[in-house]
């Protein structure tokens, strides 16, 4: 069960790499072409349902939400190790109810802890993301929000650059999938997991073998 499981993420987190010979590449990118991009040893590219040859018109959209869910994924990731070493904000996370931050438990029981009304404003927060400020139709994935560094000009070094950044949103898509279930199957957060050496998938879960 633990093998299948970990080979459906894999191939899911890499289901729309594509071949290098498909369609002409995008402007936005300097020349980088977006077909080359994410089809990267040891997986190179993976297609099982054969959507690259019969809905190719659909592959830039899947890259866009591909890219989109990698790089929330990878901010899930680096939120959930600093919230379970318990750096949290200072004051009220609502202060009608008297909840302070620090008082939300870490992992996935946390969301749990905030109020309907808080609920609806991140809904609300995400709806305002997805449709106007960073809208799911912005296949090219610049948002104009700016980047960390220097604009890359080099079509190479950019690729190589945006490989990285496909990548990791893979790894963090399954990183943060993988931490939620073990969480869920073993009552305990990802910090409380390290701290009891409770790490390894198999056997009886003690140490790393």
Do not use: C
């Amino acid at each position: 069960m633990k093998l299948a499981t970990t080979a459906l993420l894999v191939g899911s987190a890499s289901a729309f790499t594509a071949p290098q010979s498909k369609v002409a590449s995008t402007g936005a990118l300097n020349m980088v072409n977006e077909l080359e991009l994410g089809a990267t040893a040891p997986l190179g590219v993976y297609d099982p349902l054969g959507w690259l040859d019969g809905e190719p018109e659909a592959f830039e959209r899947r890259r866009a939400v591909e890219r989109k869910h990698g790089r929330v994924a990878m901010m899930a990731v680096v939120g959930t190790i600093v919230h379970n070493n318990h750096i949290v904000f200072d004051g009220y996370l609502s202060p009608s109810a008297n909840l302070k931050f620090s008082d939300v438990p870490t992992g996935v029981d946390g969301i749990r802890a905030i109020p309907t009304a808080g609920l609806l404003q991140i809904l609300f927060f995400f709806a305002l993301v997805e449709l106007a400020w960073m809208p799911a139709s912005k296949y090219d994935g610049d948002y104009g929000v700016g980047w960390f560094g220097s604009n890359i000009e080099d079509p190479e070094e950019k690729a190589r650059k945006l490989n990285v950044e496909l990548n990791n949103g893979r790894a963090a898509q399954m990183g943060i999938m993988g931490n939620m279930v073990v969480e869920v199957i073993t009552g305990q957060t990802m910090y409380e997991q390290y701290a009891a050496g409770h790490i390894s998938p198999f056997g009886d879960g003690e140490g790393v073998f």
